[in-house]
């Protein structure tokens, strides 16, 4: 079972993004090596660098379109730019942002690549500048940036014909003795950073579906129906989920799930219990069965806590964080791969947001 739109709307998404709906179950990644050259053939030791792009390597990875457009969007700070000759575009500019205290980069500016994702049918493209924006807790000055890249260290000689050859190269990654800045690096790479972003990029690979056999989409609602009640409705495929039997839905890993974990957390100041009681870090949990009425009653007050009997949350408002509370799944058994989403909602402001 699938309903687009009901799933668009509830992940925030515009309707143009239905075209990639499905599956992502690999990722493809592309890296740089810079190659620390130590050229002896002109019977010196002189230190040198090339560039090499490394064929594209992909790996399994798990993950559904809507969910990675959704998380990029409200999580990421991407913005929608809309249809363009590569694909579909979310954009987000370089920025510069300065820290404040309790981080540990409070008084620096930090200067954040500029990144963009281009959807098709087909692939999902990540594309970035691959720059160090931060190196040993200093952030870096972007005027020339440094590259980031793994370093390997190679040694070349001259061979029996007394042309130089490659006589040695390290196995693992180095530490080089200098890292290349943007400038220099183009000059040896002989492209534009243009094509450099396009020949790093990574690939989330879509694989169509059908949504009465797999999952291609998880979310959350969250609803106010009155100030002093609150309910959420968990959302496979744009379907609620108490509604079918999404337990014979393959997931992005091409397994089925037994059920899924249900909860609202509190956030409003520190957690009540220590880290074996609330291991999400909330102000504190109440645990929802599947299927059951999600609906709890709100009300404000001068501490925080639930009582079961009632199904009555009591929240402090005059504290200093604002109060919110997140309609949390995660999928059981959750195996490492924790597929789960979550909806916020602020009990003062009455502002929603995806978490």
Known sequence: MINIDKALEVLGLPAEMEAYNGQVQTRTIRTITIYENNDFTSGKQVINYSVEFNEAASALFGAYPFNLAAGWIYQGAFSIAGQTDKGYKLHKPAMA????????????????????????PSTIDFVYEPYETVVNGVAEDMKDPIIRA??????????????????????????????????????IAGISMEEVMWKCRHTYNIVPVKGETHITS???????????????TVYINGIDANTFNYKTLI?????????????????????????????YGSTLNIPLVPGADSTINLEAGSVNAYNIATKTLTYNPDLIDEASIIAYMEFLPANGKNENCGKEISLETGIEKLF
């Open 97 to 120: 942002v300065k820290h404040e205290a309790p981080s540990g980069l409070a008084g620096q500016t930090v200067h954040y690549v500029e990144s963009s994702i281009y959807f098709n």
């Open 150 to 187: 793994q370093y390997k260290a190679r040694v070349i000689t001259k061979g029996a014909d007394g042309k130089p050859r490659v006589s040695w190269t390290s196995r693992y990654a180095i530490t080089p003795k200098r890292k290349l800045r943007k400038a220099e690096f183009l000059k």
């Open 251 to 279: 997931n992005s890993f091409g397994k089925t799930y037994d059920g899924y974990m249900y909860m609202y957390r509190l956030n409003n100041g520190p957690r009540i219990g220590g880290t074996t009681d609330n291991v």
């Open 218 to 232: 998880i979310a959350m609602d969250i609803e106010k129906p009155s100030a002093s009640t609150l309910n959420s």
